[in-house]
């Protein structure tokens, strides 16, 4: 867990993305980007890690919070 706590507040956007996923539920990476006022293939390339990491699951083009993901955007919003 510590480790994906660094993965995650080591980058902004990826914080910001897990936040913005963690306040509106889940979106489609065009609209994430709109949001985030982040280019769509940085976007792109931070739901790949995040889905590898298993912080997120794609169905269809839309991303969502996995439960793992949940706890960790949890306990970085507490600090």
Not at 28 to 41: G, T
Not at 47 to 70: H, P
Request: without cysteine; charged residues 30%.
């Amino acid at each position: 867990m510590d480790e994906l706590m660094g993965f995650i507040t080591g980058n902004k956007n990826r914080q910001k993305l897990l936040a913005l996923l963690g306040s509106k539920g889940e979106m489609d990476a065009a609209r994430i980007a709109k949001n985030m006022h982040v280019v769509k293939p940085s976007v792109d390339k931070i739901l790949a890690e995040l889905v590898e990491k298993e912080l997120l699951s794609e169905d269809g083009g839309v991303y969502d919070l996995t439960e793992l993901g949940t706890t960790v955007e949890r306990s970085i919003h507490a600090i």
